[in-house]
């Protein structure tokens, strides 16, 4: 059980996530905890090759856990897609001593995490860091339980607007080819619908729902949108139904950055810290390639393959409720 590694370094990288602070913060203190020499690479990939690279204490990532963003900042780097730039980044981590990474991001950033642990057979281990949720192995990522608090919160007050003026409001929100987002927060926020990237591939949902007279006995609808080429996103859907049903008074609402931000919610502080435990844990145990998941309230290591591969199916289940619980 006992490794040998006595360095490691911890980024964030890719969009930033709530929780992202409190994974640093347990990473670089259960590291420290075990002998290990922990560094903070700040700006992901791209302070990797450029050598942004500082030693932490225990109280370098003091009073962050409430905090949202990354104190270590991310960024997207085109350099770590070439071989030269990953090059760069491995003579950086020699430099330091760094015998082992932390990779705190998505699927991009943990797709570049295995390459970069194959070219170089270095041990990494990845964090699950988004609000999609949009990785498979694990039944949620960092950052995702905050989001959908935000989005949660943001429709109640939509629906004081939507149910004051009797309209139809399309709320878009992030997801990409995911539609967890749009699909819970529709639950939880009582809205009507949710068009989803993974049910528009099938059929055309805004049709059906047109058909059905969205909520025939309501005085307002709300129906979440995930932002997706597929879907074709709220504003698109909402000019369809200004030309083909100009009786309903369309509003369109896209959250954006916002669902991004804030303090991250107790459950994504928990999972946060449970996580980076885990993958100093996962380290000692001279695991690599594999990304911290939770299933059934425990920790699993999922290989980098699997985590990305897209292959997640929606909750039939949840479809259910929405579709039950909205007539
Ligand atoms: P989010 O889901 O929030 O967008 P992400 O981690 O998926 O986060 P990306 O922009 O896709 O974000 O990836 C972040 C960085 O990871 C990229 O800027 C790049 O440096 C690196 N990366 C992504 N894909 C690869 C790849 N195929 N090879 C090497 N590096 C990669």
């Given at each position: 059980m006992d490794s040998n590694i006595k360095s490691v370094g911890v980024l964030t990288s890719g969009g930033d996530a709530p929780g992202m602070n409190a994974a640093i913060r347990a990473v670089t203190r259960a590291g420290i905890f075990n002998g290990m020499k922990v560094y903070g690479i700040y700006r992901g990939y791209r302070g990797l090759i450029s050598d942004e690279i500082i030693e932490f204490k225990t109280n370098s990532v003091s009073n962050i856990i409430q905090q949202g963003g990354t104190m270590l900042k991310t960024a997207r780097s085109s350099e770590f897609l070439t071989e030269e730039g990953r090059r760069l980044a491995y003579e950086n981590m020699r430099k330091h001593d760094i015998e082992a990474l932390v990779v705190i991001g998505g699927d991009g950033s943990l797709t570049g995490a295995g390459i970069f642990a194959n070219e170089y057979n270095i041990p990494i281990v990845g964090?699950?860091?988004?609000?999609?949720?949009?990785?498979?192995?694990?039944?949620?990522?960092?950052?995702?339980?905050?989001?959908?608090?935000?989005?949660?919160?943001?429709?109640?007050?939509?629906?004081?607007?939507?149910?004051?003026?009797?309209?139809?409001?399309?709320?878009?929100?992030?997801?990409?080819?995911?539609?967890?987002?749009?699909?819970?927060?529709?639950?939880?926020?009582?809205?009507?619908?949710?068009i989803i990237p993974e049910i528009s591939i099938e059929k055309d949902q805004l049709g059906e729902l047109i058909e059905q007279g969205f909520r025939k006995s309501k005085n307002s609808s709300m129906v979440l949108v995930t932002e997706s080429e597929v879907t074709g996103g709220a504003i698109k859907l909402a000019e369809r139904v200004k030309t083909e049903y100009p009786q309903y008074d369309v509003r369109v609402s896209i959250l954006g950055h916002l669902q991004r931000g804030g303090s991250p919610t107790a459950q994504d502080r928990i999972l946060a810290s449970r996580m980076g435990i885990a993958a100093i844990q996962a380290l000692m145990e001279n695991q690599r390639n594999v990304v911290m998941g939770i299933r059934e309230n425990e920790i699993v290591y999922v290989p980098f393959k699997r985590a990305i591969k897209k292959d997640r199916e929606i909750s039939e289940e949840m479809l259910n409720v929405l579709r039950i619980s909205s007539i």
């Open positions: 964090l699950p860091g988004t609000i999609d949720n949009d990785l498979s192995g694990t039944d949620t990522t960092i950052g995702y339980d905050t989001a959908l608090n935000t989005i949660m919160q943001s429709m109640d007050k939509i629906r004081d607007t939507a149910t004051s003026h009797e309209r139809l409001f399309f709320i878009e929100v992030m997801g990409r080819n995911c539609g967890y987002l749009a699909l819970n927060s529709a639950v939880a926020s009582g809205a009507e619908a949710a």
